[in-house]
């Protein structure tokens, strides 16, 4: 079975910037879509972006579009989350998953499996 592991977050003020990253081990991502979400406190998980198999299709949600970039480097097995102009509401942990298939979309159910976060705070 497929194993995600994210990694990079952290602290940081609001303007800085983090890049995330997500290890798949066990399970080639080469022929999938992934993606990244973040669950904040008391909120429910949400979509933030996503990237199809070979990495020419990605979209991001409104809140981070223009900061966020989501890309992949497939011979690494590796997917990068690049965050900058960080707001104190991109405060969550952040999710990596894998999709089921080539592409996807913003839907949790088209998702497989599944890292165990990374926590990003942003501090005002």
């Known amino acids: 079975q497929g194993q995600l592991v994210e990694s990079g977050g952290g602290l940081v003020q609001a303007g800085g910037s983090l890049r995330l990253s997500c290890a798949a081990s066990?399970?080639?991502?080469?022929?999938?879509?992934m993606g990244w979400f973040r669950q904040a406190p008391g909120k429910e998980r949400e979509f933030v972006a996503r990237?199809?198999?070979?990495?020419?299709?990605?979209y991001y949600s409104d809140s981070v579009k223009g900061r966020f970039t989501i890309s992949r480097d497939n011979a690494k097995n590796t997917v990068y989350l690049q965050m900058n102009s960080l707001k104190p509401e991109d405060t969550a942990v952040y999710y990596c998953?894998?999709?089921?298939?080539?592409?996807?979309?913003?839907?949790?159910?088209?998702?497989?499996?599944w890292g165990q976060g990374t926590q990003v705070t942003v501090s005002s």
């Open positions: 998953a894998s999709a089921r298939g080539a592409f996807s979309t913003r839907l949790i159910g088209q998702y497989e499996y």
């Open positions: 066990g399970r080639t991502i080469n022929r999938y879509a």
């Open positions: 990237i199809s198999w070979n990495g020419g299709e990605m």
